[in-house]
T-cell receptor, first 112, second 113 residues
Framework: NAGVTQTPKFQVLKTGQSMTLQCAQDMNHEYMSWYRQDPGMGLRLIHYSVGAGITDQGEVPNGYNVSRSTTEDFPLRLLSAAPSQTSVYFC???????????FGPGTRLLVL | DQQVKQNSPSLSVQEGRISILNCDYTNSMFDYFLWYKKYPAEGPTFLISISSIKDKNEDGRFTVFLNKSAKHLSLHIVPSQPGDSAVYFCAAGGGGSNYQLIWGAGTKLIIKP
């Protein structure tokens, strides 16, 4: 049981490049979410999904897209990277949004 | 506008003593609160939670207290151990937040041997 996995662990992008951050969970959780963590700030919700085919915006969705074609996977796409998107990104999953969320190890992204 | 605030960026406590981490919130509609612990280069892990219908929840060395009238919660760790050195986040949810947890900025706890 791997829990929540994220790839890559670290990525450097140039401004304007696009990329996809991968997230997968093997706990059959319906709820999945993406957060970003910036220095001196708490985790901020980017997008979330309550089940396959259903996604919605969180607090800071601009510049990011998501899709949920399967229960297991919830990729986060950066359409055109900007230096303001330099951050650590965490994916999380749970049975229910009001239950304990299980986090992946994070992806550290640097946009130059 | 920060709805959940952790006003102490860091806290240093002697091993064996009590660690008290504080969290304040502004939205009286929140109906559950959680504490997460985070080690460097890892994701946060759940520690303990409390519903707004309670004022205390205990799990081993960890106790969370909720004071709804003051919109304040605290996490007590007794006794503090070196492995408790980490960043602690409080988060709040419910009350129409539409599946979103609102997180504080975190407090870095350092346990001194």
């Amino acid at each position: 049981n791997a829990g929540v996995t994220q790839t890559p662990k670290f990525q450097v992008l140039k401004t304007g490049q696009s990329m996809t951050l991968q997230c997968a969970q093997d706990m059959n959780h319906e709820y999945m979410s993406w957060y970003r963590q910036d220095p001196g700030m708490g985790l901020r919700l980017i997008h979330y999904s309550v089940g396959a085919g259903i996604t919605d915006q969180g607090e800071v969705p601009n510049g990011y897209n998501v899709s949920r074609s399967t229960t297991e996977d919830f990729p986060l796409r950066l359409l055109s990277a900007a230096p303001s998107q330099t951050s650590v990104y965490f994916c999380a999953s749970s049975n229910d949004p009001e239950e304990t969320q299980y986090f992946g190890p994070g992806t550290r992204l640097l946009v130059l | 506008d920060q709805q959940v605030k952790q006003n102490s960026p860091s806290l240093s406590v002697q091993e064996g003593r009590i660690s008290i981490l504080n969290c304040d919130y502004t939205n009286s509609m929140f109906d559950y609160f959680l504490w997460y612990k985070k080690y460097p280069a890892e994701g946060p892990t759940f520690l303990i939670s409390i519903s707004s219908i309670k004022d205390k929840n205990e799990d081993g060395r960890f106790t969370v207290f909720l004071n709804k009238s003051a919109k304040h919660l605290s996490l007590h760790i007794v006794p503090s151990q070196p492995g408790d050195s980490a960043v602690y986040f409080c988060a709040a949810g419910g009350g129409g937040s539409n599946y979103q947890l609102i997180w504080g900025a975190g407090t870095k706890l350092i346990i001194k041997p």
